[in-house]
């Protein structure tokens, strides 16, 4: 089988859901031959991690605004392989049009055209002949996703050793539902409880990686500025009575605590961190009508490399998405906040998005309650970000384990 694609610039995937789907012996890319070229690296590197390494990659250049040597070039295309088939879910108009041209003009050769719907997964057979290709696109995890557009992924929480360790001692999820009970009781309470216990770690005495031992005489000194109130009963109290804590000790010489594991500890050490682990453990949770999972690809702490490769002479540029789910196609981005957010969030959400997700990618801010910690900012806030088509879940802390499943199924 041989597919033509009409290169679209701007949303990669729509130039190899056809290879995805059908692992043609060769792809014709039919566009601006710079661009190609340039972004047939990442093109190739994201075939080879899907497994399919057998497709061969043709280029045939075509002026985007020059209708007669765009014909010139389709033309030549059906004239060297007669049983090609045309994908047309990439393109502009011009190509469109050409295409047009072109299937009147071979009306009696039987020219094959197919366009796939990338939300859906749909193909639509645009000949009418009542052949069209496969509709069964095999799931694409989120950093093949993010190598198709250039990037890379350089690590994800979900994939360090740390969580590989909390799932093998099978308490992932309750330790996680243990600590965000008590974050979503009092998500601000936590927040500045967090912030103060981890300014306060220096004073650590002890040797033991899962002990904090804070001597009350330096402890005394430090509360001395302004703004600082530990209240340890109110939060690392709770965590001992939940078993998340294995001691807890606070007395006139010392306060000491043991966390359970290296990975509780952990979650002391970013307020954020628990309810980013509760939307990545909801989300993996979901299944889809025939049992499978709704969300093929589920990771959390997604550090992208923007361009791939490891700079030894400079800093390379990187973000960090909290959550990142593959909809079959469509990639889901997703910004957790326990506690209080400015619009800078918003356009580092959008700006990564657009980067590495296209046209279709999908972008929401979870907060735990964030218009009480956005007060009176809260309806520019909203604004804001519905003009960036970013999607605002504002009140977390209040969701349910049902309401949790029922609004991440609806993402």
């Not at 690590?155 to 009970?181: F, H, I, Y």
């Not at 804070?214 to 530990?230: D, E, I, N, T, V």
């Not at 326990?338 to 279709?360: C, I, M, P, Q, S």
């Amino acid at each position: 089988m041989i597919i033509a694609e009409f290169y679209d610039k701007y949303s990669p995937i729509r130039n190899v859901v056809s290879t995805i789907a059908n692992k043609p012996e060769r792809l014709i890319l039919i566009g601006d031959g710079p661009i190609i070229h340039r972004q047939l690296p990442a093109l190739r590197g994201f075939l080879v991690a899907t497994g399919n390494s057998k497709t061969e990659i043709e280029v045939r250049p075509a002026p985007e605004h020059d209708l007669p040597s765009i014909l010139q070039t389709i033309e030549a295309v059906i004239h060297d392989y007669p049983d090609c088939s045309f994908d047309l879910t990439g393109g502009d108009e011009l190509f469109f049009t050409a295409a047009g041209i072109l299937y009147e003009r071979h009306r009696e050769a039987d020219l094959r055209m197919h366009q796939y719907n990338i939300r859906t997964g749909v193909v639509y057979d645009c000949d009418h002949d009542g052949i069209a290709p496969s509709d069964q696109i095999p799931p694409v995890t989120v950093s093949q996703f993010i190598l198709l557009h250039g990037g890379k992924v350089q690590s994800a929480e979900d994939e360090t050793p740390l969580m590989a360790e909390w799932k093998k001692q099978g308490c992932l999820e309750s330790d996680v539902e243990a600590m965000w009970r008590i974050s979503a009781a009092d998500p601000s309470l936590w927040n500045s409880q967090l912030a103060l216990f981890n300014q306060l770690l220096h004073l650590n005495t002890a040797n033991d990686p899962l002990v904090v031992n804070l001597p009350r005489s330096a402890l005394a000194h430090q509360l001395q500025k302004p703004g600082r109130s530990f209240q340890p009963e109110k939060v690392l109290l709770p965590m001992y009575h939940a078993g998340l804590l294995t001691e807890y000790t606070d007395h006139e010489e010392n306060f000491r605590i043991r966390c359970k594991n290296k990975q509780v500890l952990h979650c002391l050490e970013k307020a954020g961190t628990v309810l980013e682990l509760k939307v990545y453990l909801s989300a993996l949770q979901l299944k889809n009508e025939d049992g499978g999972p709704l969300f093929p690809d589920v990771s959390t702490g997604v550090f992208i490399d923007w361009d791939g490769r490891h700079d030894p002479y400079g800093p390379d540029t990187e973000n960090e998405i909290d959550v990142l789910l593959m909809q079959g196609l469509v990639p889901v981005f997703i910004s957790c906040k326990n506690g209080g957010v400015t619009t800078e969030e918003l356009y580092k959400l959008d700006t990564v998005a657009r980067r590495f997700g296209g046209d279709y990618a999908k972008k929401y801010l979870i907060g735990a309650d964030l218009e009480q910690h956005l007060g009176s900012t809260w309806r520019a806030f909203h604004q804001r970000a519905s003009d960036m088509d970013i999607t605002i879940l504002p009140d977390a802390a209040s969701w349910s384990d049902v309401r949790f499943a029922e609004v991440l199924s609806k993402l």
